[in-house]
């Protein structure tokens, strides 16, 4: 009896020290993923401004991609929503914005946050300029006529847009300083998007 106690004893304690060491490697394991993760991704659940500077420049080498197109999207006067319902608060509407904003890009677009703050972009990948103008407006009127919802006050936000189009003669540095110039005269007139070409000198706004 005394043998067998002991058997099952240790039988016992070996079961236990296993699923403990298996607990562990999981825990570990589920750890890594989360610091690989943080390396590639926002706390908003997109993609961070590192990621982007790479997916540009892969898009530019990648021989299926003909052309794509870059998007900048800034949420017009965040500033004094953060100013008066406080950084905390107003991380929530850059959420909901987020989250509506995921539901409605196409499972092959691909969503960053753009330097932080309250600004994002938006890669389009085989997409035209006049299918990127179409789907920027889309949006615009999307998130315009959504009621968002914070401290129990109903507010309506509005986003401004830059997009440019890009072609494999393109480098990431001219792609986002066109986008950015793009963003620049959307941001003049709020609630609006303006479309600067490869080749194109002047913005052309599109309502």
């Known amino acids: 009896m005394g043998v067998k106690f002991s058997f099952y004893s240790l039988l016992i304690i070996f079961i236990s020290i296993s699923f403990g060491f298996v607990m562990a490697y999981w825990r570990f394991r ?7 993760s943080l390396a ?4 908003l659940g997109i993609y961070n401004h590192r990621e982007l500077k790479k997916k540009l420049r892969s898009l530019i ?3 299926d991609i003909n052309s794509f197109v870059f998007v900048l999207i800034d949420i017009d006067r965040f500033k004094n929503y953060n100013d008066h319902y406080g950084y905390d608060n107003a991380d929530a509407l850059l959420q909901e914005f987020v989250d509506i904003t995921k539901n409605f890009i196409r499972k092959s677009d691909m ?11 938006l890669l389009f990948r085989n997409t035209g300029s006049t299918e990127a103008k179409e ?5 615009r009127r999307a998130i315009a006529n959504h009621t968002f919802h914070l401290d129990d006050h109903d507010i309506n936000l509005t986003i401004s847009m ?3 189009s890009c072609q494999k003669s393109d480098n990431p540095d001219n ?6 110039l793009a963003l620049y005269e959307a941001k003049q007139s709020k609630n609006t998007v303006v479309l600067i ?3 194109q000198k002047k913005a052309d706004l599109v309502y």
């Not at 589920?30 to 690989?36: D, M, N, P, T, Y």
């Not at 789907?135 to 949006?139: C, D, Q």
């Not at 792609?175 to 950015?180: G, S």
């Open 30 to 36: 589920g750890r890594i993923a989360s610091l690989k």
């Open 40 to 43: 590639f991704s926002d706390d």
């Open 61 to 63: 080498k990648n021989p």
């Open 111 to 121: 969503f960053f946050r753009y330097k932080n703050g309250d600004e994002f972009a």
């Open 135 to 139: 789907i920027g407006n889309r949006l």
């Open 162 to 164: 830059g997009i440019t």
């Open 175 to 180: 792609v986002r300083k066109r986008a950015e």
């Open 197 to 199: 070409g490869e080749e």
